[in-house]
């Protein structure tokens, strides 16, 4: 579905991504995983448009999405999550809902001029979904709330129906379940796993280790910019340079 | 009962250190003229309006005077601008209004009850100039002027013209803005320009600076000024830079008739400071529309009042403290009789150590 | 010609950057573009000016007095205004409007005392002689704005890149309540910014009143218009950009009226600093701060 | 002996309660921790303790003496340092002039503050390497460190860390739970730790309390509350 | 009847100049709900007052004719200049549109022939009645309503909150912002056009810093949560002056001082629904 062509990227002279080829199959969950700094989010920024790539091809479905700007990529069907949470603060978590269905309604300037009933169904619609979406994530309850009173997990939940809104058919998360604990993690492990259900593919940047073992079907690694290994979990996991670069060699069990 | 005039006069903003100085004017000659009497023992009672310099406040004001206040008549507005727009109002509701500081082109053609002192620069400029170039022998000027403002920009297209009437060269044309602090750019290449005197129209805000800069560079050339530099505060603001200054008004402090003697004396001893151009044209102002005052009898009757002092006003003559005064009808656009401008000459002097000296 | 017109530009640039440095200050630290800071100049310009004609102080004394009398008015200002709009955590626009209050209400506040008309420093306070520097005209003044603009930068970038309380200042600067966090005093510090800054409006007002040979009530309103330009295109609250910025009007200013035309000049100036803007979106030495998503 | 004890600790943001009337003892030389869920309260309260939210009632008592209303700066010239949630470096500062800044409470001169910057660099070798670069370019676990170690340099008695595991990569993590564990036994100094990360937040601590809706609903020794079956339901997700 | 035609005879004006400051008002609000602080207003109010002038003076164009003019005029120079400006953010972009108000400043002074530079248009015909000054803002009050309860609102608005994350919900934020930008420019031509024929006269110092610095505070000062708020900032910044004449010469340090009051006591705006719902005492469903 989606396919990085050896990119690259740098800033000033700073190399960030090189040559970093992968592909996310259709209907997967796909797990990004690497140090901090690696350039896990580079990619998500690259390939939702917001940043251009240095060199390289990025395709979805095979068109490449190189120079389109972000809303358009967006109505291609790809929807994102932040690493640094950015809901619309001051709006309702409804607001904030319908915001991500802008570019599916349906009406013009004189629809909503005259109130014209291509609007009223449109907007009514609208409402209707978001709500939908917000059960999904068990935010209904708190639908009319004003999004900057949420607690940080909600607000995360909140932007994953904010994504789900645009329709998309990739989502790509970052890091989902930072300053989650064990319990809130584990309840959204099952919600991504409802949402994989229903037919979406998911990409996802996430440091928990048992969180992304447990819901990727297929993981690769980024150490300085470049892929330094990928395949199913387990191979992963065991991989000496991933335990070397990333997981460490902690007697222990990894963190939870 | 009392006669109540109205004055609307810019008190604050840019302008008001104008409008303080018309302001002061007015109450010096209502007093006087109601410790003298009054009119036909009836006292002066003047409605003061701040219209701070901008037009929409000038309308608002006029509107509150005629409308509210009803006021005989009114003076003022303090700027040409203002007057444009609020001139209109008065015209329109057949009251006169009496500008003393309006020297724009196209004022008094607004209507029939449009009245001036303030002589225009077109009947100055052309006698200072002329008068300074055959004292001097000038053959090529350069010209410094603002050009954002109304009075300045006037000024600087009376100078063209007379310049070119007079055949004098121009050696190179500079402006400046108002607010600014540092016309040093401008006089480096008026004095690379060589000219034999800098021909300036400016305000004595930016006038001053100009004139103190000019002799820092060197640029040692006679400046002749337009009506704006006629302040004794170039003295104290240009002070050591001051010589040289050639300006042509109806009003000089130095002047030594009788009226202005007067004037200036009991001016300084109310305010305690001495008076400006601005002061001696309201001053005049109010005497003049005394004298029409005189001439009607008040019924008591707003229309009516309004309408005599309109016809009344016209044939004043008058000497005060800016010499002998008489109006002169004016012509709209479409050259039909309209208001009326000051007929009156002007007097060309010189600054030199720290005075005027008269010169014509 | 030239050489003269450089010299012009010079000290042009040195008068807007002295006036640039108090108020690229305030708002570097306090994140406000305070726009009562022309008043803030106009005040110390007429303490100044009451400290030489009745205490007969001379010009040192006079800058003393101004920047004492504008830092307190500005201490006040952060004490009454600034500070209570921050404990109610005010929309970033809000400090700026109730600064175009205040500078309304001050710059009524001197026309109501001092009259509308312009006043000036008694020539005594300084000689206006002109010197004679390898055939430029050159004023003691002018040398002093000069050299006064430049070492006001140097102490300042000193100050805020060697010393703690510099660094403290930048501390704040980026986020109050980390610096908090390092036991810095944010509510002093912000009460010593607004003081210095204002001080410093309150000198530039003295220099630059006699400079322009005029007082007057308004006398802050047109180099507030240039300030915020140079302010601005030096790049938030950047000490070096407000000097480099200031110096890059004055030029632009004097080299296009003198081989442009003076009617263009404000054109010129004002097209370039538009262009800057579109080629640096964030100043001269301002950096892309927007953290990546 | 406890260094810090807080009573009755009431907190409002406007209508919302965010603590509720909290009791606990920080012992001095030990590491205690706060844990709970989103919301819970817990920055909420590590804000209270360093003055930087105002508390509507009960007291906070550091080393004996009432500081609830004592400003923030003065909190931490007494010696309770936090690190914020979110790693508040700096970002326009060098790594050096952020750890300058964390000394800005002391007055012992440079020298001694040159000496402790080495000394930050000898646990954090990373930033030695870095120290020369803007704060903002660092990676996230770097930045973590950095916040770390500026904080030690104001020399603290009770150092608060705020979620310090938030994003970081599992080596990180290890490597700052670890470090913390190391200057706690090495140095002597007393920590407060208020982490997500359950299992490994009372792996380490001597002394726990868990965190509901702004009440404190469990207590105990790290060890005794990692069994309660009622923790390992709620936060670790078994 | 005779009272409200004598109120009508002083205040007329007093009058119609809220309902044009309150169109200014609202054309600011526009590019401030799409989170763009935008001072080009004072310059667009100025062509628009130009252009429609021009029109009638000049071309003896019939009223509503002029004022599309001055509509459209600012309109098309919205659109030109704001493809570079608008990347601009904050008070760079502030500083960028007042640069661009000061050059049309001094291109108005230098096109003396057209414009009639320093001097200004004088004799302009007093065509503005109060009819149109009201059907003027109930249209654009109407249409801005509208919009806000639309997709175009909501984006404005997530424009306003974050620009990255409104990109990403499919919002083409370029397009949205020369929207607001372009309407904006064409509320403040309006008010310029239809203030024109109300004073007779018009210069260019009219459309400079100050004005546009007035246009800001009114917004602001009325609270930027609501269309009433722009318009209430528009009233007590009109009347404001005209209630304290009686203080004379103090009357703008009162004036002042009140404007820091306002803010001070009331950081969010006079109009603030959410503070309005809590005196109320009732709360969001
Ligand atoms: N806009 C930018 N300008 C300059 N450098 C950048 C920019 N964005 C990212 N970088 C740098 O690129 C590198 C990779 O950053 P990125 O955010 O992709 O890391 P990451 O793998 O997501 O790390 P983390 O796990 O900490 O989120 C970092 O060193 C970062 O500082
Ligand atoms: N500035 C604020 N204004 C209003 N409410 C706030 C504010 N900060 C926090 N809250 C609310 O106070 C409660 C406690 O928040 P706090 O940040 O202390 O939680 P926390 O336990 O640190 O959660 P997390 O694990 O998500 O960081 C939450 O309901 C939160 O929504
Ligand atoms: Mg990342
Ligand atoms: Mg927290």
């Not at chain 1, 997981?247 to 990894?254: F, K, Q, T, V, Y």
């Not at chain 4, 012992?108 to 000496?115: I, L, N, P, T, V």
């Amino acid at each position: 579905m989606l396919t990085l062509q050896s990119v690259s990227r740098h800033f000033g002279g700073l190399q960030v991504l090189q040559d970093v080829s992968f592909e996310v199959p259709t209907g997967g969950i796909f797990g990004l995983i690497g140090p901090n700094g690696a350039g896990k989010t580079t990619v998500v920024n690259l390939v939702t448009g917001l940043l251009p790539p240095s060199s390289g091809d990025i395709l979805f479905n095979g068109a490449s999405l190189v120079g389109r700007p972000p809303h358009q990529i967006t109505a291609g069907g790809i929807a994102r999550t932040f690493q640094n949470i950015r809901v619309f603060k001051e709006m309702t978590l409804l607001e904030n809902v319908i915001v991500g269905m802008h570019g599916r309604l349906p009406y013009g300037p004189a629809g909503w001029l005259l109130r014209l009933p291509s609007y009223r169904a449109a907007e009514r619609a609208a409402r209707d979904r978001a709500r939908e979406l917000l059960s999904w994530m068990k935010l209904d309850h708190k639908a009319d709330d004003i999004a900057d009173n949420l607690s940080y997990g909600e607000q995360r939940k909140l932007e994953l129906a904010r994504a789900l809104a645009t329709e998309p058919r990739l989502l790509l998360l970052d890091e989902p379940v930072a300053g989650m604990n064990g319990a809130e993690k584990t309840e959204l492990m099952a919600e991504i796993r409802n949402i994989q259900a229903r037919g979406y593919t998911i990409f996802m940047i996430e440091h928990d280790m048992r969180f992304v073992m447990g819901l990727c079907d297929q993981i690769a690694v980024l150490n300085f910019g470049r892929i330094i290994a990928q395949g199913g979990p387990d191979a992963v996991r065991t991989d000496p340079q991933v335990i070397e670069a990333y997981l460490g060699r902690d007697d222990e069990e990894m963190p939870a | 009962a009392d006669v109540k005039l109205g004055v609307a006069e810019a008190l604050s903003g840019g302008a008001a250190q104008y409008g303080q100085s018309i302001r002061a004017g007015f109450q010096l000659a209502a007093d006087e003229i109601n410790a003298a009497g009054g009119i036909n023992g009836s006292k002066l009672v003047l409605v003061v309006e701040d219209e701070q310099g901008k037009k929409e406040e000038a309308i608002n004001a006029f509107k509150k005077l005629i409308f509210q206040d009803k006021v005989l008549m009114i003076f003022g507005p303090t700027l040409s601008n203002s007057a444009q727009a609020a001139d209109p109002i008065a015209q329109a509701a057949k009251v006169v209004v009496f500008g003393t500081s309006n020297t724009a082109d196209g004022i008094t053609s607004i209507g029939d009850h449009i009245f001036r002192n303030s002589v225009t620069e077109a009947d100055v400029l052309p006698v200072t100039l002329s008068t300074a170039a055959k004292k001097l022998g000038i053959k090529k000027v350069a010209v410094l002027y603002g050009n954002d403002d109304v009075f300045t920009k006037s000024g600087y297209d009376n100078f063209k013209k007379a310049l070119d009437a007079q055949k004098i060269a121009v050696t190179t044309t500079e402006t400046f803005a108002k607010g600014d602090v540092d016309f040093k750019a401008q006089l480096t290449k008026i004095k690379a320009s060589n000219p034999d005197a800098l021909v300036l129209s400016a305000l004595i805000a930016e006038g001053a600076p100009i004139m103190v800069q000019a002799r820092q560079l060197g640029l040692n050339v006679p400046v002749i000024g337009g009506n704006g530099m006629n302040s004794v505060k170039v003295f104290e603001l240009a002070k050591g830079a001051s010589d040289g200054l050639w300006i042509g008004s109806p009003w000089s402090i130095e002047n030594q008739t009788k009226e202005n003697g007067a004037f200036i004396v009991a001016y300084t001893q109310k305010y305690k400071s001495a008076p400006d151009q601005f002061a001696a044209q309201a001053y005049d102002a109010m005497y003049i529309t005394a004298q029409a005052l005189k001439k009607i009898k008040l019924t008591g009757d707003l229309a009516k009042d309004r309408a005599a002092l309109r016809n009344a006003l016209p044939d004043v003559k008058w000497t005060g403290a800016t010499g002998a005064f008489a109006f002169r009808r004016a012509t709209d656009k479409a050259g039909n009789p309209a208001g009326y401008d000051a007929a009156q000459t002007a007097i060309v002097s010189v600054t030199k150590n720290g005075r005027y000296a008269i010169e014509k | 010609m030239l050489e003269q017109q450089l010299f012009n530009a010079l000290s042009l640039g040195s008068v807007y950057a002295l006036f640039a440095l108090g108020f690229t200050l305030v708002f570097g630290v306090l994140g406000v573009v305070n726009l009562s800071h022309g008043a803030v100049f106009m005040v110390g310009a007429y303490a100044a000016l009451q400290a030489v004609t009745r205490l007969h102080l001379p010009l040192a004394g006079a800058l003393a007095v101004a920047f004492a009398v504008s830092g307190l008015l500005g201490l006040v200002i952060d004490v009454l205004v600034l500070r209570p709009l921050r404990a109610r955590n005010a929309p970033h626009l809000i400090p700026m409007i109730a600064t175009i209050g205040l500078a309304i209400a001050l710059n009524s506040l001197a026309q109501g005392i001092f009259g509308a008309e312009n006043l000036r420093f008694p020539a005594e306070v300084l000689p206006q002689d002109t010197l004679n520097v390898a055939g430029l005209h050159v004023t003691l003044l002018e040398l002093g704005i000069i050299a006064l603009s430049f070492g006001l930068m140097a102490v300042l970038l000193l100050v805020l890149r060697g010393t703690q309380l510099g660094r403290a200042l930048r501390a704040i600067a980026e986020s109050p309540k980390a610096a908090a966090l390092l036991g810095i005093n944010v509510g002093g510090l912000f009460m010593l910014t607004s003081f210095v800054a204002a001080g410093l409006g309150g000198v530039a007002g003295v220099l630059i009143g006699l400079y322009a040979n005029a007082l007057f009530p308004l006398m802050g309103q047109p180099i507030l218009h240039k300030g915020i330009a140079v302010i601005i295109l030096g790049g938030m609250g950047d000490i070096r950009g407000a000097m480099l910025a200031g110096l890059f009007l004055g030029f632009a200013e004097v080299l296009s009226v003198a081989y442009i035309g003076s009617t263009m000049r404000d054109a010129v100036a004002f097209g370039l600093l538009f262009a800057v803007l579109l080629l640096r979106p964030k100043g001269l030495f301002g950096t892309v701060n927007e953290r990546k998503v | 002996m406890s260094l810090l004890s807080v009573r009755g600790l009431v907190v409002n943001y406007g209508h919302v309660e965010a603590v509720r009337g909290i009791d606990f003892e920080l012992v001095a030389g030990q590491i205690t921790t706060l844990v709970g869920a989103n919301g819970a309260g817990k920055s909420t309260t590590l804000m209270a303790l360093s003055g930087l939210v105002k508390k509507a009632a009960g007291e906070v008592r550091f080393d004996g003496e009432e500081i609830s209303s004592t400003a923030p700066h003065r909190i931490v010239g007494r010696g309770l340092v936090q690190v914020a949630e979110g790693r508040a470096t700096l970002t326009t500062l060098t790594v050096r002039e952020n750890l300058e800044l964390g000394a800005f409470t002391r007055r012992d001169g440079a020298a001694a503050r040159a000496r402790d910057i080495d000394h930050v660099f000898s646990l954090f070798p990373r930033l030695a390497e870095r120290s020369g670069q803007l704060a903002g370019s660092l990676s996230g676990g770097e930045q973590q460190m950095l916040a770390i170690g500026r904080a030690l340099m104001a020399k603290p008695r009770l150092l608060l860390l705020d979620e310090p595991s938030m994003g970081l990569a599992p080596l990180i993590v290890q490597d700052i739970f670890r470090t913390l564990q190391r200057i706690n036994a090495q140095e002597g100094l007393t920590i407060f730790l208020v982490e997500q990360n359950v299992k490994q937040a009372l792996k380490l601590a001597q002394r726990a309390y868990v965190l509901e809706n702004g009440r404190i609903v469990l207590q105990g020794s790290g060890a005794e509350l990692l069994g309660d079956p009622r923790v390992q339901a709620a936060y670790l997700g078994h | 009847m005779e009272s409200f035609d004598s109120f009508w005879a002083v205040y007329s004006n007093l009058v119609l100049t809220l309902g044009t400051n309150s169109l200014l008002a609202l054309s600011i609000y526009l590019t401030l709900s799409c989170g763009m602080l935008a001072m080009a207003n004072a310059a667009f109010m100025g062509i628009g007052a130009y252009a429609a002038s021009l029109l009638t003076m000049n071309a003896g164009a019939p009223f509503p004719l002029a004022l599309a003019g001055g509509m459209a005029a600012p309109a098309v120079v919205a659109l030109l200049m704001g493809g570079p400006t608008l990347r601009l953010s904050g008070v760079y972009l502030a500083m960028a549109t007042l640069a661009f108000g000061e050059v049309v400043r001094i291109v108005v002074l230098n096109t003396e022939s057209w414009t009639g530079g320093a001097l200004g248009l004088n004799g302009i015909p007093p065509l503005t009645q109060w009819w149109h000054v009201a059907l003027a803002l109930a249209v654009a009050v109407a249409v801005l309503a509208l919009m806000r309860r639309s997709k175009v609102g909501r984006a404005f608005e997530a424009i306003k909150l974050d620009e990255t994350a409104a990109g990403l919900m499919g919002i083409d934020v370029k397009a949205h912002k020369m929207l607001a930008f372009v309407a904006g420019a064409m509320l403040a031509g309006l008010a310029g056009a239809l203030n024109a024929h109300l004073t007779f006269f018009i210069g260019p110092n009219e459309y400079g810093f100050d004005r546009g610095v007035e246009i800001l505070t009114m917004t602001i000062l009325g609270g930027i949560h609501g269309l009433m708020g722009p318009i209430s900032g528009a009233v007590i910044l009109t009347l404001l002056p005209e209630l304290l004449r009686g203080l004379a010469d103090f009357r703008n340090v009162v004036n002042g001082l009140i404007l820091v009051v306002i803010v001070l006591f009331l950081p969010r705006g006079l109009w603030d629904p959410a503070r309005l719902r809590t005196l109320l005492g009732g709360r969001r469903a």
